[in-house]
């Protein structure tokens, strides 16, 4: 097998998280959909780690995923700051910074 | 074997990540979303890669969207998420802006002279020993950069999360 279809599915994902960014209207699915990017560039490094023989593509991916934790937790934290301040989900509610 | 393992596999992702942005119900979405994490992680063994397998079901399925899935039932599990009904040229210029990303990830993969797998791939490449070998020596200032992320994150999260009176 090449790396081909693994960048293919790769692309896809972040593909299908982009659309989902733009589309969707509550804030947490708007979350799910960010890690559904990360993930698709997620198995990029880990392809390109088998297909090069180095270990640096999965170190970059355990980094990714820390990240993404941290990113989880203190979004989650300002999803439940907004619900309980606004009694709404809907980013597009939440425009007090926007100019 | 690999192939079918991998279509197999890949066609469980795309479904999955379909099914994020399709289902109107987070909850739903959040449901996709692990058997798209799940998927990947059956990719990653094949792409001999065990301890970030082992990573993405433990802390990304295991952890991360049980965080989602608390906050989505603490919060309003069952509302139907709007999409953008009021503007419909959200829609368009979601998707155009999708297609122009898969326009520019196009010729990275249309480039032919791909390397195929090498034939006798170090075994011991993706062990968690080799991963943490690289971390502690070559990536260790990241790391405890990160240490630093974290901490900063939980801080972050209990200061948020606390109600002011």
Redesign the interface.
């Known amino acids: ?9 790769s ?16 804030v ?2 708007v ?3 960010i ?2 990017m990360l ?1 698709g560039a ?2 990029s490094f ?2 390109f ?5 180095r ?2 593509g ?2 970059f ?3 990714v ?10 979004g ?6 907004l ?2 301040n606004r009694k709404t ?2 980013i597009d509610d939440a425009d007090i910074m926007k100019w | 074997m ?2 079918a393992i ?1 279509y197999l596999c ?1 066609t469980v ?2 479904a999955g ?2 099914g ?2 399709v289902s109107r119900k ?1 909850f739903y ?2 449901v996709s ?1 692990i058997v ?2 799940a998927a ?1 992680a059956g ?2 063994m094949l ?3 065990p ?2 397998a082992a ?2 079901v433990i ?2 399925a295991g ?2 969207m049980v ?2 899935l608390f ?2 039932m ?3 599990p069952f ?1 139907a ?4 009904d009021k503007r419909r040229y ?2 368009f ?3 155009a ?3 122009i ?2 326009f520019l ?2 010729p ?2 249309a480039v032919h002279d ?5 034939h006798s ?2 075994p011991a ?2 062990t968690a020993y ?2 943490g070998k ?2 502690f020596t ?2 260790l200032l ?1 790391f405890e950069a ?1 240490s630093a ?2 901490l ?3 801080i ?3 200061v ?2 606390k ?1 002011h009176p």
């Open positions: 097998m090449t790396i081909a279809p693994y960048l293919v599915l692309a896809l994902l972040f593909f299908v998280g982009t659309v989902g960014v733009i589309l969707k209207r509550n947490i699915a979350f799910l959909c890690e559904l993930n997620n198995l880990v392809a780690s088998r297909f090069l023989g270990v640096d999965q170190v991916v355990f980094f995923m820390v990240v993404a934790a941290a990113e989880a937790a203190v989650l934290a300002v999803t439940i700051a619900y309980r989900l809907n | 690999e192939p991998f890949s992702a795309a990540a379909l994020v942005v987070v979405s959040a979303l798209c994490l990947l990719l990653y792409l001999q890669a301890f970030i990573v993405q802390v990304y952890a991360i965080l989602f906050v989505i603490l919060l309003d509302s998420a709007v999409l953008a959200l829609q210029m979601g998707i802006l999708g297609l990303a898969l990830l196009a990275l993969v791909m390397r195929t797998v090498p791939p170090s490449l993706g080799a991963i690289s971390i070559d990536y990241p990160t992320l974290i900063v994150a939980i972050g999260a209990v948020l999360g109600r």
